[in-house]
């Protein structure tokens, strides 16, 4: 197996991490099917810990977790902020209108 793929698989499980935490959220503006939205947040977690093992195990415990966490840091910001520039409507919350 190449060296950068573990890294590569975990690059794309942070990213669908984040992208699947934001679908979850109130705040989201996708729109997205319903199911997805209340599901997002625990397929969202359940994508970072693979994520994690994913990192942990191409870079060992330490650089792992940095990197994990920098990588779904950065989707988690860029993601809302593509989602407004893309001029994607907001969501009412449940229960308004």
Do not use: D, N, Q
Not at 5 to 30: D, I, K, N, Q, V
């Amino acid at each position: 197996m190449s060296p950068f793929l573990p890294g590569l698989f975990g690059t794309a499980a942070s990213l669908l991490s984040a992208a699947l935490l934001y679908a979850g959220s109130r705040h989201c503006r996708w729109s997205l099917p319903l199911p997805l939205h209340r599901a997002g947040t625990g397929l969202g977690l359940l994508v970072a810990a693979a994520a994690l093992a994913l990192w942990i195990g191409a870079l060992g415990v330490g650089a792992g977790l940095c990197v994990m966490l920098a990588s779904w840091s950065l989707a988690a910001i860029a993601l809302p902020a593509l989602a407004v520039l893309g001029g994607a409507p907001a969501r009412l919350p449940e229960g308004k209108g």
